[in-house]
């Protein structure tokens, strides 16, 4: 009988942690250092919307400051992959 006390402990112990997982929205880091591209920034947000979209994430917010997306968790051969959150920053260097 504790036996089955323990595993219904660590199955409700799984599921809390999957329902929990990565529910936040990124902050921006003040030590990335980033990357630069030689392009203005509406094409730099553009590429960065479709860049996400290519990479099956589910874009949530895009202007010209802040674009995040979504990857949904999906289950493959009983493995849970998926569920993270991705923003990106654009701002122009002058």
Known sequence: MERKHFTIVILMFVVAMLLTGCAYSPKQS??????????????????????????????????????????????NYGVAYGGETVGIWPESLG
């Open 30 to 75: 003040s030590a990335s250092k980033g990357v630069v591209f030689n392009y203005s920034i509406e094409m730099t947000q553009k590429a960065a919307v479709e860049a996400l979209e290519v990479k099956g994430f589910d874009v949530t917010k895009s202007d010209s400051t802040h674009v995040e997306g979504f990857n949904p968790r999906k289950i």
